[in-house]
């Protein structure tokens, strides 16, 4: 039991700060960024709306699997451990990926 509360009181605040920062991108009115320091020009990006959109889109779908990883705690905690953790591996490569193909997407010619 005292694993399983550990577990909520660690993965509950990152998955809700990684489905908010798809929100926050989301309604963002200028571009949002992906790296740290890193900004992008308003007229980098044809439409910004979209744009930010589809950022928030990739972040809210990768706190969907820290929310799963998170409930599935609740019936089997090594399960839970195992799709953390690979959500997490894979989101190093996949991430940057996505957001360098969405800002290629939506990049003013």
């Known amino acids: 039991m005292g694993a399983l509360i550990i577990w909520l009181v660690v993965m509950i605040p990152v998955s809700a700060l990684l489905t908010g920062l798809g929100i926050f991108a989301?309604?963002?009115q200028k571009p949002m960024w992906f790296w740290s320091g890193?900004?992008?020009a308003e007229d980098e990006i044809a439409d910004i709306k979209a744009y930010n959109r589809a950022n928030g889109i990739m972040w809210i779908v990768f706190s969907l699997f820290?929310?799963?990883s998170t409930f599935m705690a609740f019936s089997n905690m090594?399960?839970?451990?195992m799709?953390?953790?690979i959500t997490c591996i894979l989101c190093v490569?996949?991430?940057p990926f996505a957001y360098w193909r969405i800002y290629k997407r939506y990049k003013r010619e």
């Open 26 to 28: 989301w309604r963002r």
């Open 38 to 40: 890193q900004t992008v």
């Open 66 to 68: 820290m929310w799963i």
């Open 78 to 81: 090594k399960l839970a451990g």
């Open 83 to 85: 799709v953390m953790l």
């Open 93 to 95: 490569p996949v991430l």
